[in-house]
């Protein structure tokens, strides 16, 4: 038995099956309405093909790293730089048809698979920057630097994109505040401290990884935090554009997106792991909230606002 404070989604296919019910197999041509905010189940290699051209406005991208790895059954294994660059490029060559001309790709990464995808996606896209983000958690190592980093690739299909910066200013503390005729110059003076909101920087440190307690968190061994995927979405793209998600793994992307009024289409190909995500988005239908986002702004890890979404300003 779960403690009462433990959130976690973790149930049984057998009883998620009503779940499993909602997702569409795709083994034939499809239009954008066949898949639009829907959940599909099948293999992407062999889904894509099956795609509309030219639909998606943003792809973001969260492969298996390059790592032996059990994904429920599904066992990702370690290969070479050059077996995962070709992993890379299968792909990328799947999806890149359903592209829109001004969409925006975002790849999701380690320290060891960084530099093999970015040559790849280079060959490609045009990179336009790595993000660099920083998990809280992590195992300590004897004989190495703890892994506390992951990489996400920014590349865009033309010099034409969308980019909307104000939409994912960061909430930061003012540590020495600077007075303009007495009064605050470019921050805030709140009840709880005092605050500027800033562009952000392709380092983020204020990500926090799922755990026990939040009502995102799943039993997905990889999984991405609702905040992290809500700086992608808000920054490339637009009400009303399709997110596209080829390993969707427990949902964080199509359920970011719903909460931000986009729309949504994610392949998986594990049914444990696309009931989880069916679960999500039912319950984003009556909870809009994104941990960590508050006012539209991104508030620095473990304040009192990410914490508990509570409105000051």
């Known amino acids: 038995m779960k403690a009462k ?13 009503m ?24 293999d992407t290699f062999d889904v894509a093909k099956y795609l509309p051209k030219k639909f998606i406005d943003l ?27 070709a992993f890379t490029e ?13 969409a925006t790709i975002y790849v999701c990464c380690d ?30 190592a004897l004989s190495n630097w703890k892994n506390g980093m992951e990489d996400i690739w920014f590349a865009t299909v033309s010099k034409e994109y969308t980019f909307n910066v104000e939409d994912v200013k960061v909430r930061r503390k003012v540590i020495a505040p600077y007075r303009h005729n007495g ?21 983020w440190d204020d990500i926090s990884i799922p755990y026990w307690s939040m009502p995102e968190n799943t039993a997905h061994p990889t999984q991405k935090s609702e905040k992290l995927l809500a700086k992608l979405i808000l920054a490339s ?20 997106a719903k909460k931000l009024g986009r729309k949504y289409v994610g392949i998986e190909i594990n049914k444990q792991y696309c009931a989880w995500a069916e679960k999500r988005i039912e319950l984003a ?17 473990n304040t009192l606002a990410e914490q508990n979404k509570v409105k000051h300003f």
């Open 183 to 203: 009064k605050p110059k470019d921050w805030e003076e709140t009840t709880d401290g005092n605050f500027r909101n800033t562009y952000p920087s392709n380092f």
């Open 59 to 85: 792809l973001i991208v969260d492969p298996p790293y390059n790592i032996n790895k059990d994904f429920n059954g599904n066992k990702f294994k370690q290969a070479s730089d050059e077996e995962y660059a």
């Open 237 to 256: 793209s637009n009400k009303g554009d399709v997110v596209f998600d080829p390993f969707l793994g427990s949902g964080s992307t199509s359920v970011a």
């Open 90 to 102: 299968k792909w990328i060559e799947r999806i890149k048809p359903a592209l829109k001309d001004n």
């Open 111 to 140: 320290w060891k698979s960084s530099p093999i995808i970015g040559l790849v996606l280079k060959e490609h896209f045009a990179v336009q920057n790595r993000i660099t983000w920083q998990r809280e958690k992590g195992r300590g």
């Open 19 to 42: 779940y499993l019910d909602k997702c569409v197999n795709v083994s034939e041509m499809v239009g954008i309405s066949d898949i639009v905010n829907r959940t599909i189940n099948g």
């Open 5 to 17: 404070r433990n959130k976690t989604i973790d149930f049984s296919l057998e009883d998620g099956q």
């Open 285 to 301: 239908e009556d909870d809009k909230t994104i941990q960590g986002y508050t006012d539209g702004c991104f508030w620095e890890r």
